[in-house]
């Protein structure tokens, strides 16, 4: 028998976790009530793609940086690249390239999505915003040195120098064409106005969490071209949780990583693919007259004694290649072999160079430092010494190629073999802190540009990148494959990209709602 | 009282000053240049240099410091450079989930903590043990491995509340509620583990004092004794540590806003970090510190009405 006292007790304690429970009745209650796998399951179905790419642009405007996955819902390019390497027609329907000049002529009866006609004049205010702003894309239409209205269709842009690659440079993120009318208010930073098929709805849009476009009814290629009546776009940013919303049904797309694919595999309906999105090497920066790297026999021991299949063991979804170039863009060169691991090759180099005694301090961000670990425990095989500095994105990208360290490792975006020189390996480009160039790669460089966009100029190049890789400015090639998840009973025809190295996107024209 | 709210908002302005200056030397010591990171890797010494004295930055630090003083007083936070917004509008627009998460967070912990902690107070010996456990596992696991496994199984497996979680009050108040559920319990169960201590051993004490034994002997209900009595008493300490802990809770919840997709300004400071968008993050951290303060003037001032005895004379 209980006494009193510990009834009287029993009774204290129900009470205080009477709050408690409370709570936890009205959470299940509301949560029984919720309903959001059915809705995002409905979504699909009725009509409206829900993917997530981690994270919303800090601005929409032309010229920042954006994923392409939200960037290609509300805006369109000039021109597009297909697989092959070949520009394609979007906005720009035909197109003459001079070392002097590219004409563009452009698609009539386009306008965009706030009823402002596209013309000539929208794309002259689209370049200079970009080329003058504080952007990150500014660099590359520099060349342009100024933009003529020819007239309402037809605009001119007048180049400092030959520049083959500029047409690609239209076909990436960095040149989004948007409202002139948006660029003006600056509204467009957070409001983007495009003329793609979908544009922004914001009273349907949740601030920060859920972007939702609409079909335009405007939209220069029909609705026939596009499967969805609408896109809602999500900024999850951990990737479980974006995995755990596939699963869950709240989105039909998303970006995803090595660790999530078997939970994802695992659930019924869920397919992923894969696809080239990224290319990085190791660069020797200190490479000029006394420093670490001037010796190119140092540099080709360095480049023998890199294991990128070892790397692959750790990083499954980094993928060794040969050289910068995929097999079909300009600056693929066959000829080149790479440099094929040879530790003893490596070590008779060294032996050849003196065996320098070769030490070298390298910035690694948390993204990248197992793999410099793995690349400076190669190197120490043949005596040169990696020290391996982990520091803050920020500061990794402010300084990995600053000149600061006499090695790096980092992304190498460049689309063209020019973009690729001037980038990295031209005596004045950004990426070359040495400053160093040899006579013969300026030669054949040279030549190559000279060579315009005329047919001779694609084996130029290729013999460019071949020099490139016979000097070992740079080697140990991979490239990171984007992983992409989606519901396949909600959504046909997804497919990697047919623009070239680009993350976190898929071809959202191709896309159909399941069974339609 | 009155003396009491003055005092701490003469205290406060020299607290901000400092904080501001702390966050101003910090930004300012960051090696690396903002507008190298704006212009990416591909920029020229000459086009950053440009992009620097467009932005102000090659500025002496006095004069920015200065500046970004004199404009702040003004309501003015400066430009981000990443979105060309003002930062007061940037920030406002992640305030509100920020503050949804952190409110859900403190109701969480004080419903939790003080429950629980009364609950082992009056049951020592099994119970107690237990809730003893139960707390250090509360404040040992960390806020994201609860928000994942929560997530994990009442979202993911269970369906019942939503992966993306937040929707503004103003659009959905049922909406906000079911997505606040999961994140405000997962920030929440650390910081109610700490009340939940502090409760324990508060309300112990209030129990063990002679005018518990008075009031019992003259006939008050032990419902009446626990609640009105001994709590109000065992209260004063625990929103003292409440201060502590809704530090630690503004900390924490930038995590959890990461796991429930939650865009408040932990995650708009992290991206601005990053991205060294230096007025997003000075901004963002004087709203934060002014959010501290805010809240402990008013936990100062729940703790000078319960106890008269802390009110300046």
Not at chain 1, 456 to 463: I, P, V
């Amino acid at each position: 028998m209980k006494s009193r006292t510990a009834m009287k007790s029993r009774n204290t304690t129900r009470m205080t976790l009477a709050p408690v429970a409370l709570a936890v009745a009205a959470a299940l209650a509301l949560s029984a009530c919720g309903g959001s796998a059915e809705q995002g399951a409905d979504a699909a179905a009725s009509g409206t793609l829900a993917a997530n790419w981690g994270g919303f642009p800090e601005s929409w405007a032309p010229g920042a940086e954006m994923e392409a996955g939200y960037m290609r819902v509300p805006y369109e390019n000039l021109v597009g690249l297909n697989t092959q390497g070949e520009i394609t027609p979007v906005l720009a329907t035909a197109w003459k390239q001079t070392d002097a000049a590219l004409t563009l002529t452009l698609r009539e009866g386009v306008v965009f999505h706030d009823g402002t006609p596209f013309d000539a004049e929208a794309v002259k205010v689209n370049l200079e915003s970009i080329r003058d702003g504080n952007t990150p894309y500014a660099g590359p239409l520099k060349v342009i040195s100024s933009i003529d209205v020819v007239d309402a269709t037809t605009v001119k842009l007048n180049l400092r120098q030959p520049t083959p690659s500029l047409l690609t440079t239209l076909s990436t993120r960095a040149v989004p064409i948007a409202s002139p009318k948006a660029i003006a208010d600056k509204s467009v930073a957070q409001h983007p106005v495009g003329t793609g098929p979908w544009a922004y709805d914001p009273a349907s849009s949740t601030a920060g969490t859920r972007m939702t476009f609409k079909y335009f009814d405007k939209y220069w290629d029909g609705r026939d071209s596009v499967g969805f009546d609408a896109v809602e776009l999500y900024a999850i940013p951990d990737d479980n949780a974006a995995a755990g919303a596939l699963i869950s049904g709240e989105i039909d797309v998303t970006d995803t990583e090595v660790p999530n694919l078997d939970q994802l595999k695992a659930t019924a309906g869920i397919k992923t693919l894969s696809y080239p999105a990224i290319r990085n090497n190791p660069m020797f920066f200190d490479r000029g007259p006394g420093g670490v790297f001037a010796d190119v026999r140092v540099r080709q021991a360095a480049c023998y004694a890199l294991d990128t299949a070892a790397l692959q063991k750790l990083e499954p979804d980094w993928v060794p290649r040969t050289q910068h170039f995929a097999e079909g863009e300009s600056g693929y060169n066959a000829a080149i072999a790479g440099y094929p691991t040879d530790l003893a090759k490596a070590k008779q180099l060294m032996s050849e160079a003196g065996n320098p005694k070769v030490s070298a301090e390298v910035v690694a961000a948390p993204f990248n430092q197992k793999q410099l670990q793995v690349y400076a425990a190669q190197l120490k095989e043949i005596g040169i010494a990696v020290k391996v500095q982990v520091a803050p994105p920020p500061q990794y990208f402010s300084t990995w190629n600053s000149g600061r360290f006499p090695l790096g490792l980092g992304g190498n975006d460049e689309l063209t073999p020019f973009d690729w020189y001037q980038a990295w390996f031209a005596a004045d480009a950004p990426g070359n802190p040495a400053g160093v160039e040899s006579a013969e790669l300026k030669a054949a460089a040279d030549k190559a540009i000279a060579a315009g966009t005329s047919p001779e100029a694609e084996g130029l190049w290729g013999d460019v990148t071949r020099i490139i890789s016979e000097e070992a400015l740079t080697c140990g090639h991979v490239a990171g494959e984007e992983l992409i998840a989606w519901h396949s009973d909600r959504v046909d025809g997804v497919a990697a990209p047919t623009q070239p190295w680009e993350t976190n996107l898929i071809d959202y024209k191709a896309l159909r709602p399941k069974g339609a | 009282m009155r003396n009491l709210i003055a005092y701490r908002l003469a205290m406060a302005l020299p607290q901000l000053a400092i904080v501001s200056l702390l966050v101003f030397s910090l930004t300012y010591l960051v090696p690396g240049s903002p507008a190298a990171v704006i212009l990416g890797v591909r920029a020229t010494p000459q086009a950053i240099a440009d992009v620097e004295a467009r932005l102000g930055l090659d500025a002496p630090a006095l004069e920015r410091l200065g500046s970004w003083f004199a404009n702040a007083v003004q309501g003015d936070l400066g430009v981000s450079y990443a979105s060309n917004l003002p930062v007061v509008q940037v920030i406002a627009e992640r305030m509100p989930a920020t503050l949804s998460l952190i409110l859900g967070g403190i109701v969480v912990a004080m419903l939790l903590g003080v429950s629980v902690g009364i609950l082992a107070a009056l049951r020592p010996g099994t119970t107690d043990r237990l809730v003893s456990g139960a707390t250090s596992v509360g404040l040992a696991v960390p806020e994201f491995w609860f928000g994942l496994v929560l997530s994990l199984v009442f979202a993911v497996k269970l369906g019942w509340v939503p992966v993306v979680a937040y929707t503004p009050f103003t659009v959905d108040p049922f909406a906000w509620f079911q997505g606040l559920i999961l994140p405000a319990i997962s920030l929440g169960i650390g910081a109610g583990a700490l009340i939940a201590r502090q409760t324990r051993a508060a309300m112990m004490e209030s129990l063990a004092s002679p005018y518990i034994d008075t009031l019992t002997a003259a006939g008050v209900s032990r419902r009446r004794i626990v609640l009105r009595y001994a709590l109000k008493n065992a209260m004063v300490p625990v929103l003292a540590s409440t201060g502590l802990t809704l530090r630690i809770l503004i900390g924490s919840s930038f995590v959890v806003e990461q796991i429930f997709a939650f865009p408040g300004v932990g995650h708009l400071l992290l991206t601005s970090v990053i991205g060294k968008d230096f007025p997003v993050i000075q901004g963002g951290v004087l709203v934060m510190a002014l959010l501290v303060i805010g809240v402990n003037l008013l936990l100062d001032v729940s703790y000078g009405l319960l106890n008269p005895k802390v009110r300046p004379q």
